[in-house]
Nanobody, 124 residues
Framework: QMQYVESGGGLVQPGGTLRLSCAAS????????IGWFRQAPGKEREGVSC????????NYADSVKGRFTISRDNAKNTVYLQMNSLKPEDTGVYYC?????????????????WGQGTRVTVSS
């Protein structure tokens, strides 16, 4: 079964940085477009960013443009989300998942098949 494992979250002050990692467990993610999503407390899940299988095309939510960068290293079977200039409103649980090609970036599976996510808290 396809399983993504997210890591790299933590507590950071406003203006700080984090790099999230999304590793594929038991399969190669090189053929998949990958998206990052987040869910803040009391809010619906939202798409943050996505990247095509070879890393040639990316897409970002307006709220993170210029601050977040998505990348991938297929040799390491990992997708990254570099998050700079973090704001309190970036707080939430971040998930990665296979998606349709950018710019649509729609999840290909229901959320009950997703990984556990990694928690990001931006607070002073």
């Amino acid at each position: 079964q396809m399983q993504y494992v997210e890591s790299g979250g933590g507590l950071v002050q406003p203006g700080g940085t984090l790099r999230l990692s999304c590793a594929a467990s038991g399969f190669s993610l090189e053929h998949y477009a990958i998206g990052w999503f987040r869910q803040a407390p009391g809010k619906e899940r939202e798409g943050v960013s996505c990247i095509d299988p070879i890393g040639g095309r990316t897409n970002y939510a307006d709220s993170v443009k210029g601050r977040f960068t998505i990348s991938r290293d297929n040799a390491k079977n990992t997708v990254y989300l570099q998050m700079n200039s973090l704001k309190p409103e970036d707080t939430g649980v971040y998930y990665c998942e296979s998606v349709s090609l950018p710019p649509r970036c729609r999840p290909e599976r229901e959320i009950d098949a997703w990984g556990q996510g990694t928690r990001v808290t931006v607070s002073s």
